[in-house]
């Protein structure tokens, strides 16, 4: 699968202080790519480094198959949104969009069908000031769909939705990754990066710790293992038993949490067997993306 | 540049700045012109300074402009404010990143923002220019100004040039005001600035130091606007070649200033 994005140790320094630090990753073309990291690892001035906005002090990319140097070969077959929607609040959602399409030369009727698709064609003619955090979310979101886009970048897309809105927007994505858009998406809410994203980029710190498939990064991670005695009165010898072979664990809510490969747990279970505990509950749970990402970027935020 | 231009002119003619702005800059060219003829007898004077502008005077060919020109400052005042606060509100609402997403090449982007900000201070000097020149034509009976001359070929000429003098002046201060723009990214801070330098200190330096108005932006527009400067007692303070001259270097030399900055500086915000 060809990349929509590229970059090779792309970095971007202000002074002695690294924003981006040699950062290599690809977005597959066609694919929904979560973009993680905490406050401050790198996330947007990479986005802006895509977008021709900031230049990088070191490093090359691509993007649809032209040099970031370029950005004006590529840009008007890419939408985005960056760090929030910015519109002028004196306009109203649909001035603000027809500014924006006359700026690109895009179609006028492009603007009441996005403003339609976002669900904002009631109030397309009010003051963009009077919006609620998640109406301005959603013109960020037309605007960025304003050039039918081949590539999509978005930065936070979901900040400020309610829940049917979230809802909305992981739909929205889900459909366009099927009609060929690349989309490449920064987000804080990980359950939904991990709902949505086939492929993922971890940064921390201006470094790329993960580059990858959603599904490989998870895979990769210890699984937790629950056991639970059916006799409360058998968790303390549950946990010698434990011990005994060789793990640790952690009581939480009348049951003992191991980190252990899968296949551990018909060990454990054979071995309570043999020491007189019946297990009432023993299942394995794949780590979560938050977890993960917790994991992977600990002491950073 | 077209598109930037047609997008542009979309954000001008928005009703919370479009109309505010005409009244404004109608409003004080009226005023300038009608307390020229209503105040003709007034022994404090009826023109710039308390300077007295007679019947006699007014009854010239240029007599129809000197009101308007008289205003020529403060128009040029309104379009610094106008270039100023739509330059910098792109990094103020973050909407330059919007606008550079959808137009990469940023001399595009600075050019048609520039041209259509032009064509709107060429807008604002017609409407001022059609309420004074009424207003002259309205109040002349009353103040015995006769008005022959006004409408003779060199009535016409000189009309003529005032308007292409003035409409020069206020993009010229225009320019200032969107080069403190893209400077200081802040719409408050480059009015205050602007207006600032231009109405008080410009005015004490000139009061102050002999000769300094040669030398100051706002004082070069000024000779512009009114096809040269004249002092008190008639004689000629700055020519309007000169004016012309000072100007275009002060905009020329800021506009390369900051069109290497905008094209070089990375959007952050």
């Given at each position: 699968m060809t990349s929509a994005v590229s970059v090779q140790d792309l970095t971007k320094s202000y002074g002695n202080q690294?924003?981006?630090?040699h950062a290599t990753f690809a977005v597959p073309h066609g694919s929904v790519c979560g973009f993680v990291g905490p406050n401050g690892s790198g996330k947007t001035t990479t986005i802006r480094m895509l977008l021709g906005l900031i230049s990088p002090t070191g490093g090359t990319g691509t993007v649809l198959g032209s040099s970031?140097?370029?950005?004006e070969n590529y840009l008007p077959r890419v939408g985005a949104l960056i760090e929030g929607p910015a519109f002028y609040?004196?306009?109203s959602g649909r001035e603000n969009l027809n500014v924006l399409a006359t700026l690109g030369k895009f179609p006028k009727d492009r603007v009441d069908q996005l403003l339609e698709t976002v669900g904002l064609a009631d109030r397309a003619n009010s003051k963009f000031k009077t919006y609620s955090l998640g109406m301005k979310q959603r013109l960020g979101i037309a605007a960025a769909l304003l050039p039918d886009p081949q590539l999509l970048i978005l930065d936070?897309?979901?900040?400020?939705?309610d829940p049917s809105g979230i809802h909305e927007v992981r739909t929205l994505l889900g459909d366009l990754a099927q009609s060929g858009t690349t989309v490449f998406v920064s987000s804080h809410l990980l359950s939904e990066i991990e709902m949505i994203c086939d492929s993922l980029v971890m940064l921390r710190e201006g470094r790329v710790i993960f580059s990858g498939a959603t599904h490989e990064l998870l895979a990769a991670q210890q699984p937790l293992i629950i056991a639970r005695p059916e006799n409360a009165r058998d968790l303390e010898a549950l946990g010698q038993v434990v011990e005994s072979l060789q793990k640790s664990f952690k009581v939480v809510d009348g049951a003992l949490e191991i980190m252990a490969p899968t296949q551990w747990a018909a060990s454990l279970n054979r071995a309570a067997f043999e020491s007189g505990i019946t297990l009432a509950e023993l299942q394995t749970q794949l780590p979560t993306l938050e977890e993960t990402f917790f994991d992977m970027t600990e002491g950073a935020s | 540049m077209i598109a930037v231009l047609r997008a542009e002119l979309r954000k001008l003619r928005r009703p919370t700045l479009f109309l505010p702005t005409l009244l404004a800059a109608s409003g004080l060219t009226a005023l300038t012109t009608a307390l020229l003829y209503l105040l003709i007898d007034s022994p404090d004077g009826n023109g710039r300074e308390g300077m007295k502008v007679t019947a006699e005077r007014l009854s010239a060919p240029d007599g129809l402009v000197f009101g308007f020109q008289s205003a020529a400052t403060l128009l040029g005042v309104i379009a610094l404010c106008v270039f100023a606060a739509q330059t910098a509100q792109e990094y103020t609402y973050g909407t330059l990143r919007n606008i550079l997403v959808r137009q990469p090449s940023r001399m595009k982007v600075l050019g048609g923002k520039y041209l259509a900000m032009s064509l709107f201070a060429v807008l604002i000097v017609a409407v001022s220019a059609a309420v004074s020149f009424a207003l002259a034509f309205g109040l002349a009976g009353g103040a015995k100004v006769s008005t022959v001359l006004w409408t003779s070929a060199d009535g016409r000429q000189a009309t003529l040039n005032a308007l292409v003098n003035v409409t020069v002046a206020t993009i010229g201060f225009g320019t200032f005001g969107m080069i403190l723009g893209l400077l200081l990214r802040s719409p408050i801070s480059s009015i205050a600035i602007g207006v600032i330098w231009i109405l008080i200190v410009e005015n004490l330096l000139t009061a102050v130091v002999n000769g300094i108005d040669k030398y100051l932006p706002g004082q070069l527009l000024t000779s512009v606007s009114t096809g040269g400067s004249i002092s008190f007692d008639g004689t000629q303070v700055m020519s309007y070649k000169y004016g012309l001259a000072g100007s275009a270097l002060y905009v020329l030399g800021g506009a390369i200033l900051v069109s290497i900055l905008f094209k070089r500086r990375d959007v952050a915000n």
């Open positions: 690294v924003a981006v630090s970031i140097s370029e950005p609040p004196a306009l936070e897309p979901t900040n400020g939705l | -």
